[in-house]
Every structure is written in C-alpha cells, then in structure tokens.
C-alpha cells in the first residue's frame, strides 16, 4: 500500500492515489473491503509567508469495493468530463446490484464528498476496524479544517449538524 | 490552505513526469495485462464506453482515474 503523488508542478494538475498491487488496497475487517483513491489537486502560489500557497481540489474517486474487487460504491467528481461519462457534478455510483430497480449505472447526486467521510463510513457501516481510538474526533478535525478551506460545496461539518 | 508537508509524517511517494507515466503503465499491465499507451488509445477510442459492471470493469474505471499520472 502506497501513496503516490506528482511532485512540485505549480499551476498544474496534480495527481495524489491510494494504490494496492492489482486491486484495491485491502483494509482490515472481517468484509475485507478495499479502498482505492484518486484525488486531482493544483497547488497555487497566492501570497507570501505561511499562506504562501493553495491547494484546491480538481477531481475525485472515491471507491470502496467488496473482496473480489467488484465496486461497491464510488464517489466520483471529474468537472472537466471523463470519456463516456460527461456528468460534471459531483455524484456517487452504486455498483452494487440493487433490487428491485438496477441503479448502478445511475450518477446519484451527492454534493461534495470529503475523503474523511468515505473512511468514517467504512468504519462504522462497514466494520473496518480503526487503527487509533481517537478516530472519530481526529476524522472531525480533519474535515471541518477541509470545510473551512472549501472554495464551494463543502461538506456539512458534523458538529453543525443535527443534535 | 497553506501547503505544508512533513516527510517524516507524510508517507508519499512523490512523482516527477517520467516516473507517473512508468507507474500508470505498471498499473494498466497489472491490472488488464496490456501497455499503458494501449489503454489510453483504447480509452480515448471509446472502446471501454458503457462497460458493464464486472470486477473488468472495475479495474478499467480505476486505471481511468489514474489517467493524469500518463498526461
């Protein structure tokens, strides 16, 4: 299991992935469900100092699979079009067969998707265990700086949401 | 967001041209076992539009995700 991602290219598009062997990196839990990232990114010179420069986010795929590497679900953003997939707003992909109406070759609209929301999910809905006890609280912390910074559409951070 | 990494925290591995396009072909030959040029050809032909849901068609939208590691 690596991240990799393109160095310095200021201005430009960059790539940053979660990459296993063949398949999805394979996380811990008894459903042994993988987990296969792609986020696009450009990092922006903007001032001086500590504020130097910006990242924003170009693009995402966000996809948790089963153990025989099928899709499961899928977090997609690519606002610039993908070929045979020209849906520019961010949207998920139900991979999954779903009953009695087959739904997996529609793009459900989610609005913007943190990658913190993806792992908190597979932690509690899909019983991947987590490394550390502070999960929750440094999970939070991460997406709320995430939804400060967002230029648009950022998520919800949890501590506004419902009591 | 300031953009500040600490090498000792930040297990990434990090990429100049040459080295994201060799991985993206590493990845395509892993994955469906053909060249990473192969792929994108057949990608930008339109070959793998309409890919029916198959473990296949899984690994051919994740080497599409990682198209801008050959562009």
Redesign the interface.
């Given at each position: 299991m690596?991240?990799?991602?393109?160095?310095?290219r200021l201005g430009e598009?960059?790539?940053?992935?979660l990459?296993g062997?063949?398949?999805?990196v394979r996380l811990p839990g008894p459903l042994k469900i993988g987990l296969?990232i792609?986020h696009?990114y450009e990092?922006i010179e903007v001032g001086s100092g500590?504020?130097?420069?910006?990242?924003h986010s170009r693009g995402y795929?966000y996809?948790l699979?089963a153990e025989?590497?099928?899709?499961l679900v899928?977090y997609d953003w690519h606002p610039d079009g993908?070929?045979?997939d020209p849906v520019r707003w961010p949207h998920v992909h139900l991979?999954?067969?779903t009953a009695p109406i087959n739904l997996?070759?529609g793009h459900w609209p989610s609005g913007r998707v943190s990658l913190e929301s993806v792992i908190r999910v597979a932690i509690r809905d899909l019983q991947v265990p987590p490394l550390r006890e502070d999960w929750e609280a440094l999970l939070d912390k991460h997406e709320q700086?995430f939804a400060d910074?967002a230029s648009w559409g950022g998520p919800r951070p949890r501590s506004a949401a419902a009591p | 967001m300031a953009l500040k990494t600490d090498p000792t925290t930040t297990p990434i591995q990090w990429l100049d041209d040459n080295e994201s396009r060799a991985l993206f072909d590493e990845q395509a030959r892993a994955m469906l076992g053909i060249s990473g040029v192969d792929f994108l050809s057949r990608w930008d032909a339109g070959e793998y539009a309409g890919c029916a849901d198959e473990p296949q068609a899984s690994r051919i939208r994740r080497l599409a995700a990682l198209i801008p590691f050959a562009r």
């Open positions: 690596q991240l990799r991602a393109h160095g310095a598009s960059c790539l940053l992935a990459l062997q063949r398949d999805p296969f792609t696009e990092v500590d504020e130097r420069y910006r990242v795929h996809e699979s025989d590497g099928r899709t899928c993908q070929v045979g991979r999954s067969y997996s070759h700086a910074n | -």
